[in-house]
């Protein structure tokens, strides 16, 4: 058996957070005579697994990259003990700048090709090849995220039937979660599609539970409540318009405010865009600003509509999906902290008035 039937019927997705089939890229990277960048950026906010991997795995991780291609990149963010331990293994290590956009996989593409680090507007994948915004001709390259190179290695060595043991019928497979925030042992944890969500948070020992970011800026939020009923699967966060997306779950805890939070995250996103399409651009910052203003109670009821309206506006139109993921994000963050989100436009929020103390 080939390794893409093997892989198909293992029913392997990319473990990076777009869940695409490995074995539709793999076809598509020997079809067009790929080379592979093994993706060991942890790219999301918060999230751990590519270390993890690289870490304690390196060897299977070697096996796995060694069965998809000849020509090899290890990709890190620059200045990472990741990249250390590439560079100590001998291995060709393609260093990217630690930035949010940078280790995006068309972002990584361009920078093999000598150029920069950001996302690359293109009409089809890359593993497909193309040409940069340059006109420049790009190699077709196929990029995967370390963990799902370690799950490869894995289903050669162990077989589809060993993968399709954990998980469910429709998102089979072991794979890794980081969980951090309000928790007593934060880290990377081994799990499965169907476990009930709060058996990961008692794992790692979730304390004053206020409500949980699933994903990181490319997710979205459940409240307290709600993460202890839902199934940690693809099927089981849908209805809450969630994925388990890159696998990272975050404590928010009782005390903090939600919007000071979200406020902070968003500011952060608006900063670490590429600053080459207009959403990023102007659309990121624009709402960065009004949701610092209603974190801190100054924001006018009437500006609402209007932070809506600009939400609807990023996704769809840039290079990449940040501004996708960022309003997929902030939007969920307004639906299930719709409470605080009247408190401060009220002026009535007790966390806002504390900060507005301190700074007095």
């Known amino acids: 058996?080939?390794?893409?039937?093997?892989?198909?019927?293992?029913?392997?997705?990319?473990?990076?957070?777009?869940?695409?089939?490995?074995?539709?890229?793999?076809?598509?990277?020997?079809?067009?005579?790929a080379d592979l960048i093994v993706n060991a950026c942890d790219g999301e906010i918060g999230a751990h697994k590519d270390a993890f991997v690289v870490a304690e795995h390196l060897g299977e991780l070697q096996h796995g990259a060694g069965l998809i291609a000849r020509r090899v990149r290890w990709a890190a963010h620059r200045g990472s003990e990741t990249e250390r331990r590439l560079s100590d293994a001998g291995l060709?290590?393609?260093?990217?700048?630690?930035?949010?956009?940078?280790?995006?996989?068309?972002?990584?593409?361009?920078?093999?090709?000598?150029?920069?680090?950001?996302?690359?507007?293109?009409?089809?994948?890359?593993?497909?090849?193309?040409?940069?915004?340059?006109?420049?001709?790009?190699?077709?390259?196929?990029?995967?995220?370390?963990?799902?190179?370690?799950?490869?290695?894995?289903i050669e060595r162990n077989g589809a039937r060993w993968f399709r043991s954990y998980g469910t019928p429709s998102e089979p497979g072991p794979r890794l979660v980081t969980i951090g925030g309000s928790v007593e042992w934060p880290g990377v944890y081994d799990a499965q599609a169907g476990t009930p969500l709060r058996e990961l948070l008692e794992t790692a020992g979730a304390k004053d539970v206020r409500a949980v970011g699933i994903s990181g800026l490319s997710g979205g939020w459940l409240s307290r409540d709600i993460a202890r009923s839902v199934a940690w699967s693809d099927a089981g966060l849908a209805a809450r318009g969630l994925s388990t997306g890159s696998s990272i779950v975050y404590v928010l805890e009782r005390r903090s405010c939600p919007l000071d939070h979200v406020a902070r995250m968003t500011t952060y996103a608006a900063g670490?865009?590429?600053?080459?399409?207009?959403?990023?651009?102007?659309?990121?910052?624009?709402?960065?600003g009004q949701l610092r203003n209603l974190a801190d109670g100054v924001l006018p009821p009437v500006e609402m509509p209007t932070l809506h309206q600009r939400l609807g506006m990023l996704p769809g139109r840039g290079a990449c999906r940040h501004p996708d993921g960022v309003s997929r994000f902030v939007t969920s963050a307004l639906e299930v902290f719709a409470?605080?989100?009247?408190?401060?436009?009220?002026?009535?929020?007790?966390?806002?008035?504390?900060?507005?103390?301190?700074?007095?």
């Not at 392997?12 to 079809?31: F, N």
């Not at 990217?96 to 090709?113: G, I, N």
Request: charged residues 20%; aromatic residues 2%.
């Open 339 to 360: 409470a605080d989100v009247d408190a401060h436009l009220a002026g009535s929020c007790a966390a806002m008035r504390e900060r507005a103390g301190a700074r007095r």
């Open 1 to 33: 058996m080939n390794l893409v039937t093997l892989l198909d019927d293992a029913g392997l997705t990319g473990r990076g957070g777009a869940q695409y089939p490995t074995s539709v890229k793999l076809q598509a990277a020997i079809d067009h005579r």
């Open 272 to 288: 670490e865009s590429a600053g080459q399409c207009g959403p990023c651009m102007f659309g990121l910052p624009a709402v960065a």
């Open 92 to 154: 060709h290590v393609l260093s990217a700048p630690a930035r949010y956009v940078a280790s995006e996989e068309s972002s990584l593409v361009s920078l093999l090709h000598s150029g920069r680090a950001r996302p690359v507007m293109r009409q089809g994948p890359v593993v497909a090849g193309g040409r940069d915004s340059r006109g420049r001709k790009l190699r077709p390259t196929l990029v995967l995220n370390a963990e799902t190179v370690w799950r490869i290695s894995q």
